[in-house]
């Protein structure tokens, strides 16, 4: 376990079609995060689990987004009903308690809406 | 205005230069600062990591913190090509430190 995975690396997509993306911290590592970055510009924060649960949602993060982390191991994030402004590039990364230091991004999914 | 100003670039230097790359920022609960370098097509990754004011130190890197002034930098010397990617700053919160807040990075072209 060498990073955190990130899968698929770019999924291009259909207006209106449902996509899910997947994430694989490290082993150890009991916090993860998803970011949104669209071109040009830095990371957001979309949402964090520490474990399971699931403790902060940002206000970008709108009803037709869902994230899930079963057994506190790998995440998901769905989004349903894509639209063109959907399109950029999702990122997770993961921690130990330490927070903010120990942060480690996975590639990133890029995703395209046509 | 968004909480983190950072410069787009892109900036483009000679192979050994010093390069200079600064954020500021309105937000003074800010506690936490940071730096990541991008590759293209990538995800962030760590350079460097200061907490509250002063200066850190890291090889060729150096990061600033001014919390007065609301200002960090970052020195790169000795500047390679290897060195080329989008550098961003990035800071948090005591209160949430595990989210951050990120500029809109500098592109950093460093020519042989």
């Known amino acids: 376990d060498t990073g955190v995975s990130q899968n698929p690396r770019h999924k291009i997509t259909k207006r209106g079609q449902n996509v899910t993306f997947r994430c694989d911290p490290i082993s150890e590592h009991n916090r993860l995060y998803w970011y949104r970055q669209t071109l040009g510009q830095g990371p957001e924060f979309l949402t964090y689990f520490q474990n399971e649960a699931q403790l902060e949602k940002s206000r970008l993060l709108s009803d037709r987004f869902s994230a899930e982390r079963p057994k506190g191991s790998f995440s998901t994030l769905e989004i349903q009903r894509t639209e063109q402004g959907d399109s950029a590039m999702y990122l997770c990364?993961?921690?130990?308690?330490?927070?903010?230091?120990?942060?480690?991004f996975g590639s990133g999914t890029r995703l395209t809406v046509v | 205005q968004k909480e983190v100003e950072q410069d787009p670039g892109p900036l483009s230097v000679p192979e050994g230069a010093i390069v200079s790359l600064n954020c500021t920022y309105s937000n003074s609960a800010f506690q936490y600062f940071m730096w990541y370098r991008q590759y293209s097509r990538k995800g962030p990754e760590l350079l460097m990591y200061?907490?509250?004011?002063g200066n850190k130190e890291d090889g060729r890197f150096t990061a600033q913190v001014d919390k007065s002034s609301k200002y960090i930098s970052l020195f790169i010397r000795d500047s390679q090509p290897s060195d080329s990617a989008t550098y961003l700053c990035a800071m948090s919160p005591m209160d949430s430190s595990y989210k951050l807040i990120f500029g809109s990075g500098t592109r950093l072209l460093v020519r042989p």
């Open positions: 200061t907490y509250s004011s």
């Open positions: 990364a993961s921690s130990t308690a330490g927070g903010a230091a120990g942060y480690t």
